[in-house]
C-alpha cells in the first residue's frame, strides 16, 4: 500500500488511548506482506518482527511509534439528551470547541460540541476559554434513544477528514502518533530491499499518551540491544521559540539528551550523512515525552534514540506534517539499522 | 438537495456570487421577473391576482467568514473576520481561501509547549493565522492574495432525529425556504428579495426595500438556539423542534403587534407549532426594511439554529418545514386580502 494512503487510513480511524484495537486490522493487514510474525500482547501492543540476515543469534533492535491517540470520554447523558464529556490525554480545551465528533457507542453516533451564541455572550466572557466541563456534544437524539446506543465511558474522537495541503504537506488528526505508525511502514517496505542482521521488532505501542504504557510493557518482552522511538516534534511557527521546534521539511529530528545513548546517535548522524538524507537536531536535556523514554528504564537499561517528524499544532485536530520528512525518517532510520551489526554493535554501545 | 447545495456555497458577505447564481438558477422559471441591483441584491417578482398591498419575503444571502490581511515571510496567513464570529470557535478548523478554495486550517499552539494559564485565555484573533501548507511568502503569494475571502469548510450532514449540520445555516435556511415559495405559490403577487451583507451592518437591505417599497415585509431567518440544560427557561431565546420563532424584539426592530399576533392567529388555526424568539440580542434586515422610504410593517419568522454563525450549525427539518408551512399559510391569508 502506499504510505499515504496507509496514514489517510490511520488518521480517519479512530484509537483513542485504551480502545486502540479499533485500528489492529488495518495495521496488521498493512504490514503483513513485510513481516516475518505479528502478535498482540497482553496490553493490545502490534508487534511485528522482521528477522535479520543471521538467523540463529540475532541481535534485536525494537521500533516503536504509538498507535494511540488522544480524545475525549462520554462522563454523562443529560435529560435532553446532550453529552457531558472529558478528555483523554492532552487536550488544549480550546480547540475542541465547535468540532465535529463521533461518538463510539455500540454504533457510530455523528455530533457536534456546541458553543453559545456570541449574540448571547457578555463582552467578559469572550475572552476567556471555554472549559470542557461547560461544553455538550449534540448527538441530536432524545435522552431515551441517546441511551441505546451510548453509555458512559464510551470513547469520543474528533471528526476530521485526512487532506493534502500545498507540497507535501498534509492535515489531519492524530498524525501524533500516526505519522510514526506510517514511518514504520516505509521503512520496513525499504528493508525488504536490504540486508539487516538485526532481527528488527517494530512495535505499535498502546497509551503512550497517557503514560508510554504499551512501550513499557512490549519492551520488557522483547528485551532489545537497541530501542528506537518514532514520534512527532514540534514544527516551528512564529509563535515557538526557536529552540524549542524543529523546522518542516528538513529532515527527521534526532534528539539529543540524556535520554539518547550517544554512541547510536553520533553512528545515526554518521549514517544520515553518508547518505545525503536530511537531519536536524532536536534537544532535550531531560526524558523526552516518548516511548523512548519508556525503553531507556526498561529492565537493566536499553540504549535508546528517539526520531521526530517534524509537526504543527500539536494535539489539535489539524496537525501538519510534510510526507518528505516523513519519508527520510523512515530511510534514515532503514539505512541506520542495516549499518548495525554483530562486529560494530559493541563498540557503539561502549561509553 | 437545495439546502445542500445553498449551505455547501461560497457567500461571505460582500461575496455572495455563488449563492445568487444558484439561487437565480433555481428561481427563474417561477417568478415573472427577477434582477439583480447595484449592490447584487436578487429581486424577484410574482404576479398574482391580490393588490391591495405589496408584500415583500426577504431572506440574506451572505454568511460570516474571514478576509486574508497579510501574508508572512513562512507563507502563513493573517486574516480578519468578517461578520460576528467568536474567536474561539476558529482554533483547529479548517478553511478554503480565496476564489480557487486553496485549503488550509488554523492550528493553534502545542499545548506541551504553554503554561498552565494560557489554556484559560481565549485565543485573539492575532495569534491565529492560516497555514495552507506552502513554506514561503513568495509560493503563498502565486495563490493567494490580501483581501481573499476565507470560507468555513463544512459539509451538510444529517444526524440524529431530523437534525441537519451545515455552516451557514444563517440564512441559508432562510434562502431555501424562501426559494421554495417562490416555485410553489400561484395566484399571489408578492416580491421575493434575496439580500447581500446583512452580517456586516445590513447592508443590501435598505436599498432593496427602498426599490421595492412594500407595504409589509416577512424576513425569513436562521436565528440563535441555545437550549442547554440547566439554564433559566426564560434565557433560552429558542429551543429546537418548537417550531418557527417569532421575533417580539431585538436590536433593530420593535416588530408591529399587530402584524405578529395575525401570524400567532394564522398559525394556531392551522395547528402549527410556534414559538416567541426570546431575546432583544441580534438584528436582522428588518431593522433597515422597516425604515426605509415611509417604513413598512415587519415580521420575522426564523428556524432556530444551535451553534449559529459557526462552521457547525445545528437545526432541526421540523422546524424548517413547519416555518414553511407557516409560510405558505400567511401566504393563503394574504391573497384573501387579511393582512
Given at each position: 500500500m502506499d504510505t499515504k494512503e496507509f496514514l489517510k487510513l490511520l488518521s480517519n480511524g479512530s484509537s483513542v488511548s485504551g480502545h486502540e484495537s479499533r485500528l489492529n486490522d488495518e495495521i496488521i493487514s498493512t504490514f503483513k506482506t513485510y513481516a516475518d510474525n505479528i502478535w498482540i500482547d497482553k496490553l493490545g501492543n502490534i508487534i511485528i518482527l522482521k528477522r535479520g540476515t543471521n538467523d540463529q543469534s540475532n541481535f534485536k533492535i525494537m521500533v516503536a511509534a504509538h498507535m494511540d491517540e488522544i480524545g475525549l470520554m462520554v462522563k454523562y447523558i443529560e435529560d435532553n439528551g446532550f453529552l457531558r464529556f472529558t478528555n483523554i490525554?492532552?487536550?488544549?480545551?480550546?480547540?475542541?470547541?465547535?468540532q465535529e465528533v463521533i461518538v463510539h457507542g455500540n454504533k457510530d453516533l455523528f455530533g457536534v460540541i456546541g458553543s453559545k451564541p456570541p449574540h448571547l455572550q457578555e463582552p467578559s466572557e469572550i475572552n476567556k476559554a471555554i472549559k470542557i466541563e461547560d461544553m455538550i456534544i449534540d448527538i441530536g437524539y432524545p435522552k431515551k434513544e441517546v441511551e441505546k446506543h451510548v453509555s458512559i465511558g464510551d470513547p469520543i474522537t474528533i471528526k476530521r477528514n485526512f487532506t493534502s495541503l500545498q507540497g507535501n504537506k498534509v492535515m489531519g488528526k492524530s498524525l501524533d502518533d500516526k505519522a510514526g505508525i506510517a514511518a514504520m511502514y516505509e521503512c520496513i517496505k525499504e528493508l525488504s530491499k536490504i540486508n539487516h542482521e538485526a532481527d528488527i521488532y517494530f512495535v505499535s505501542t498502546v497509551q503512550e499518551e497517557v503514560g508510554m504504557r504499551g512501550a513499557f510493557t512490549s519492551t520488557y518482552k522483547i528485551n532489545p540491544d537497541i530501542g528506537i522511538a518514532i514520534d512527532v516534534g514540534f514544527g516551528s511557527t512564529p509563535e515557538l521559540p526557536k529552540g524549542d521546534t524543529i523546522d518542516m521539511g528538513k529532515g527527521p529530528g534526532i534528539t539529543i539528551g540524556g535520554n539518547i545513548h550517544p554512541g547510536l546517535r553520533g553512528k545515526i548522524v554518521a549514517v544520515a550523512k553518508d547518505y545525503n538524507i536530511p537531519f536536524q537536531f532536536e534537544v532535550t536535556p531531560g526524558p523526552t515525552g516518548t516511548d523512548g523514554r519508556a525503553m531507556q528504564i526498561t529492565r537493566e537499561g536499553i540504549p535508546t534514540l528517539c526520531l521526530s517528524i517534524p509537526l504543527r499544532y500539536m494535539h489539535t485536530s489539524v496537525e501538519v506534517i510534510d510526507m518528505m520528512d516523513l519519508k527520510n525518517t523512515a530511510k534514515l532510520l532503514a539505512f541506520f539499522m542495516a549499518s548495525i551489526s554483530s562486529e560494530n554493535l559493541e563498540g557503539l554501545l561502549c561509553y | 438537495m437545495l439546502l445542500k447545495r445553498l449551505t455547501e456555497a461560497s457567500g461571505v458577505s460582500g461575496n455572495e456570487k455563488e449563492v445568487r447564481d444558484i439561487i437565480i438558477d433555481e428561481i427563474r422559471d417561477h417568478v415573472d421577473d427577477v434582477k439583480v441591483d447595484r449592490l447584487g441584491n436578487v429581486i424577484a417578482f410574482k404576479k398574482g391576482k391580490n393588490n391591495h398591498k405589496k408584500l415583500m419575503v426577504t431572506a440574506h444571502m451572505d454568511e460570516v467568514g474571514l478576509m486574508v490581511t497579510d501574508i508572512d515571510n513562512m507563507g502563513l496567513l493573517k486574516f480578519t473576520t468578517v461578520g460576528g464570529i467568536d474567536k474561539r470557535i476558529l482554533v483547529s478548523k479548517q478553511v478554503l481561501v480565496g476564489k480557487n478554495k486553496i485549503f488550509g486550517v488554523i492550528g493553534a499552539k502545542p499545548i506541551h509547549l504553554q503554561?498552565?494559564?494560557?489554556?484559560?485565555k481565549a485565543l485573539n484573533i492575532d495569534q491565529l493565522y492560516i497555514d495552507i501548507?506552502?513554506?514561503?511568502k513568495e509560493e503563498a503569494e502565486k495563490l493567494v492574495s490580501i483581501g481573499d475571502y476565507v470560507l468555513f469548510h463544512g459539509q451538510y450532514i444529517e444526524f440524529g432525529e431530523n437534525l441537519v449540520k451545515a455552516k451557514a445555516l444563517d440564512n441559508r435556511v432562510g434562502c431555501s425556504l424562501l426559494v421554495e415559495l417562490l416555485k410553489e405559490i400561484e395566484d399571489t403577487s408578492f416580491y421575493g428579495v434575496f439580500t447581500v451583507m446583512e452580517e456586516i451592518g445590513l447592508v443590501g437591505a435598505g436599498p432593496a426595500a427602498y426599490s421595492v417599497d412594500p407595504d409589509i415585509s416577512i424576513i425569513l431567518e436562521g436565528t440563535l438556539c441555545y437550549d442547554i440544560p440547566k439554564l433559566d427557561k426564560h434565557l433560552i431565546p429558542t429551543y429546537l423542534n418548537m417550531g418557527p420563532a417569532i421575533s417580539l424584539v431585538d436590536r433593530t426592530t420593535l416588530y408591529n403587534m399587530d402584524f405578529r399576533n395575525k401570524i400567532v392567529k394564522i398559525a394556531r388555526k392551522n395547528n402549527l407549532p410556534y414559538q416567541y424568539r426570546k431575546t432583544s440580542m441580534g438584528g436582522n434586515d428588518s431593522g433597515k426594511i422597516l425604515t426605509t422610504k415611509e417604513g413598512s410593517i415587519t415580521a420575522t419568522l426564523s428556524v432556530p439554529c444551535r451553534n449559529i454563525h459557526s462552521p457547525t450549525s445545528v437545526m432541526s427539518k421540523n422546524d424548517y418545514n413547519n416555518t414553511y408551512k407557516l409560510l405558505k399559510a400567511i401566504l393563503t391569508e394574504y391573497k384573501k386580502g387579511e393582512l
Amino acid at each position: 500500500m502506499d504510505t499515504k494512503e496507509f496514514l489517510k487510513l490511520l488518521s480517519n480511524g479512530s484509537s483513542v488511548s485504551g480502545h486502540e484495537s479499533r485500528l489492529n486490522d488495518e495495521i496488521i493487514s498493512t504490514f503483513k506482506t513485510y513481516a516475518d510474525n505479528i502478535w498482540i500482547d497482553k496490553l493490545g501492543n502490534i508487534i511485528i518482527l522482521k528477522r535479520g540476515t543471521n538467523d540463529q543469534s540475532n541481535f534485536k533492535i525494537m521500533v516503536a511509534a504509538h498507535m494511540d491517540e488522544i480524545g475525549l470520554m462520554v462522563k454523562y447523558i443529560e435529560d435532553n439528551g446532550f453529552l457531558r464529556f472529558t478528555n483523554i490525554g492532552g487536550i488544549d480545551p480550546r480547540t475542541i470547541l465547535g468540532q465535529e465528533v463521533i461518538v463510539h457507542g455500540n454504533k457510530d453516533l455523528f455530533g457536534v460540541i456546541g458553543s453559545k451564541p456570541p449574540h448571547l455572550q457578555e463582552p467578559s466572557e469572550i475572552n476567556k476559554a471555554i472549559k470542557i466541563e461547560d461544553m455538550i456534544i449534540d448527538i441530536g437524539y432524545p435522552k431515551k434513544e441517546v441511551e441505546k446506543h451510548v453509555s458512559i465511558g464510551d470513547p469520543i474522537t474528533i471528526k476530521r477528514n485526512f487532506t493534502s495541503l500545498q507540497g507535501n504537506k498534509v492535515m489531519g488528526k492524530s498524525l501524533d502518533d500516526k505519522a510514526g505508525i506510517a514511518a514504520m511502514y516505509e521503512c520496513i517496505k525499504e528493508l525488504s530491499k536490504i540486508n539487516h542482521e538485526a532481527d528488527i521488532y517494530f512495535v505499535s505501542t498502546v497509551q503512550e499518551e497517557v503514560g508510554m504504557r504499551g512501550a513499557f510493557t512490549s519492551t520488557y518482552k522483547i528485551n532489545p540491544d537497541i530501542g528506537i522511538a518514532i514520534d512527532v516534534g514540534f514544527g516551528s511557527t512564529p509563535e515557538l521559540p526557536k529552540g524549542d521546534t524543529i523546522d518542516m521539511g528538513k529532515g527527521p529530528g534526532i534528539t539529543i539528551g540524556g535520554n539518547i545513548h550517544p554512541g547510536l546517535r553520533g553512528k545515526i548522524v554518521a549514517v544520515a550523512k553518508d547518505y545525503n538524507i536530511p537531519f536536524q537536531f532536536e534537544v532535550t536535556p531531560g526524558p523526552t515525552g516518548t516511548d523512548g523514554r519508556a525503553m531507556q528504564i526498561t529492565r537493566e537499561g536499553i540504549p535508546t534514540l528517539c526520531l521526530s517528524i517534524p509537526l504543527r499544532y500539536m494535539h489539535t485536530s489539524v496537525e501538519v506534517i510534510d510526507m518528505m520528512d516523513l519519508k527520510n525518517t523512515a530511510k534514515l532510520l532503514a539505512f541506520f539499522m542495516a549499518s548495525i551489526s554483530s562486529e560494530n554493535l559493541e563498540g557503539l554501545l561502549c561509553y | 438537495m437545495l439546502l445542500k447545495r445553498l449551505t455547501e456555497a461560497s457567500g461571505v458577505s460582500g461575496n455572495e456570487k455563488e449563492v445568487r447564481d444558484i439561487i437565480i438558477d433555481e428561481i427563474r422559471d417561477h417568478v415573472d421577473d427577477v434582477k439583480v441591483d447595484r449592490l447584487g441584491n436578487v429581486i424577484a417578482f410574482k404576479k398574482g391576482k391580490n393588490n391591495h398591498k405589496k408584500l415583500m419575503v426577504t431572506a440574506h444571502m451572505d454568511e460570516v467568514g474571514l478576509m486574508v490581511t497579510d501574508i508572512d515571510n513562512m507563507g502563513l496567513l493573517k486574516f480578519t473576520t468578517v461578520g460576528g464570529i467568536d474567536k474561539r470557535i476558529l482554533v483547529s478548523k479548517q478553511v478554503l481561501v480565496g476564489k480557487n478554495k486553496i485549503f488550509g486550517v488554523i492550528g493553534a499552539k502545542p499545548i506541551h509547549l504553554q503554561k498552565r494559564e494560557e489554556w484559560q485565555k481565549a485565543l485573539n484573533i492575532d495569534q491565529l493565522y492560516i497555514d495552507i501548507g506552502v513554506n514561503t511568502k513568495e509560493e503563498a503569494e502565486k495563490l493567494v492574495s490580501i483581501g481573499d475571502y476565507v470560507l468555513f469548510h463544512g459539509q451538510y450532514i444529517e444526524f440524529g432525529e431530523n437534525l441537519v449540520k451545515a455552516k451557514a445555516l444563517d440564512n441559508r435556511v432562510g434562502c431555501s425556504l424562501l426559494v421554495e415559495l417562490l416555485k410553489e405559490i400561484e395566484d399571489t403577487s408578492f416580491y421575493g428579495v434575496f439580500t447581500v451583507m446583512e452580517e456586516i451592518g445590513l447592508v443590501g437591505a435598505g436599498p432593496a426595500a427602498y426599490s421595492v417599497d412594500p407595504d409589509i415585509s416577512i424576513i425569513l431567518e436562521g436565528t440563535l438556539c441555545y437550549d442547554i440544560p440547566k439554564l433559566d427557561k426564560h434565557l433560552i431565546p429558542t429551543y429546537l423542534n418548537m417550531g418557527p420563532a417569532i421575533s417580539l424584539v431585538d436590536r433593530t426592530t420593535l416588530y408591529n403587534m399587530d402584524f405578529r399576533n395575525k401570524i400567532v392567529k394564522i398559525a394556531r388555526k392551522n395547528n402549527l407549532p410556534y414559538q416567541y424568539r426570546k431575546t432583544s440580542m441580534g438584528g436582522n434586515d428588518s431593522g433597515k426594511i422597516l425604515t426605509t422610504k415611509e417604513g413598512s410593517i415587519t415580521a420575522t419568522l426564523s428556524v432556530p439554529c444551535r451553534n449559529i454563525h459557526s462552521p457547525t450549525s445545528v437545526m432541526s427539518k421540523n422546524d424548517y418545514n413547519n416555518t414553511y408551512k407557516l409560510l405558505k399559510a400567511i401566504l393563503t391569508e394574504y391573497k384573501k386580502g387579511e393582512l
